[in-house]
């Protein structure tokens, strides 16, 4: 495989708030947008990007506000229409409208755009491991984890240490160059992760709140949809797998061996592959 280089780029939001990007194959098509999960960054895509590139994409990633190296909200006013707005900006960059790869979050925000704007911003939609309506069990591990090191870390050592029980499912530990961008020192010399307290008490806190809108979008969903699961995941269930299917009958359904809500991250190869088997299927897509 051919392994293409990145480009960076920065977007500024509507409310003037910076936010960090990168493409791959600024010439290609038909275009691939990411969006990852709260607490996650474009990192999280990378291995995708490349391989989704390399068969001619045009790929394209970027920080949320709030995670990575995007701009934060003074004050943490942190609210769903903003990260909506954002990414229905960085889509409408695009020299056609791109097929979204959503994981979580970014999967919802998705999910939204494509159900409540006609024309939808999206030419296809793939949501990995979410659905409207989740596990909350699931979700609560996770923002428990989040909320578990508001200390940090002395070194990235005890970061991998971490993460490793975290992820028990990962083979491999993360190393520190893997680590680096995903932590920031402080004045006082700890490691914190890169994302911003504010989010934890803003919207993740009042995301259920909005699973009726959530429900509503996915029933008018007009787009090709590919719902991608782990065999493993605690956030989605066959329950709430079904009831998805149910509201959207048009959509794919494929689940992934093993693998937990972090799919890309458990499973990347069988991730890509099943997201450019979808891609192949769509009218006009370009084949490798």
Request: proline share 6%.
């Amino acid at each position: 495989m051919v392994h293409l280089a990145s480009e960076p780029f920065m977007e500024t939001a509507a409310d003037g708030l910076p936010l960090a990007g990168e493409i791959w194959q600024p010439h290609g098509a038909p275009a691939v947008l990411f969006a990852h999960g709260l607490g996650q960054t474009r990192l999280a895509w990378r291995g995708a990007a490349a391989a989704l590139a390399a068969r001619g994409h045009r790929c394209v990633s970027f920080d949320s506000r709030g995670h990575g190296e995007s701009g934060r909200v003074a004050g943490g006013g942190y609210a769903l229409e903003q990260f909506a707005a954002d990414l229905r900006q960085i889509a409408g960059r695009q020299p056609q409208p791109p097929i979204l790869i959503g994981a979580s979050m970014g999967g919802l925000l998705g999910l939204l755009l494509a159900g409540e704007l006609r024309p939808a911003p999206f030419r296809a939609l793939v949501l990995v491991d979410i659905t409207p309506r989740w596990e909350s069990s699931g979700v609560a591990r996770i923002l428990d984890f989040m909320q578990a090191h508001a200390d940090g870390f002395a070194d990235y050592a005890e970061a991998a240490d971490r993460i490793a029980a975290y992820l028990p499912q990962r083979r491999e530990r993360k190393r520190e160059d893997q680590l680096r961008p995903l932590l920031r020192r402080g004045e006082d010399g700890r490691l914190r992760w890169h994302w911003d307290p504010a989010l934890l008490s803003g919207l993740a806190q009042e995301s259920a709140r909005h699973q009726p809108r959530l429900l509503a979008a996915a029933a008018r969903v007009a787009v090709p949809v590919l719902l991608l699961s782990g065999s493993r995941s605690d956030v989605v269930s066959r329950a709430t797998v079904a009831e998805f299917l149910a509201l959207v009958p048009h959509a794919r359904h494929v689940e992934v061996p093993g693998a937990t809500h972090m799919l890309a991250g458990d499973a990347n190869d069988d991730f890509t592959a099943a997201i450019g088997a979808f891609i192949d299927t769509l009218d006009g897509a370009a084949r490798p």
